[in-house]
């Protein structure tokens, strides 16, 4: 898949007026978003469990969760799962993309909206 970043406003959901802009590498291999933690213990943004994170090299690590408020060209999520992650490491993972309802598109490199599924019968 093509390389590419987006734009986000990422914001502490228990002081949404804390908030910051950052660039991130759209990453669909990435389960969770990943923003330094320095960053976002910066802004406030408190652990809530830990996860462990499956490497790109088969390695895996043990990585503290938060949650914050995300906004990527219009489409919001209230809360999303975040990794505090080592620094300079800015991603958007596949969670967040699904939450959003977006999906990349390698060829134009940028995000669409996708589609939801909503499987029931009608009647």
Known sequence: MGVFSVRAVVWNVTEPTRSITVDLLVDTGSTYTVIPGRVLEEFGVK???VARLRL???GVIESVLGE?????EGFRASATPVAFGDEGIYLLGS???EQLGLAPDPIEKRLKPTEALLMVLRA
């Open 47 to 49: 652990p809530i469990r």
């Open 68 to 72: 914050v408020g995300i906004e990527v």
């Open 56 to 58: 790109a090299d088969g």
């Open 95 to 97: 969670v967040t993309l």
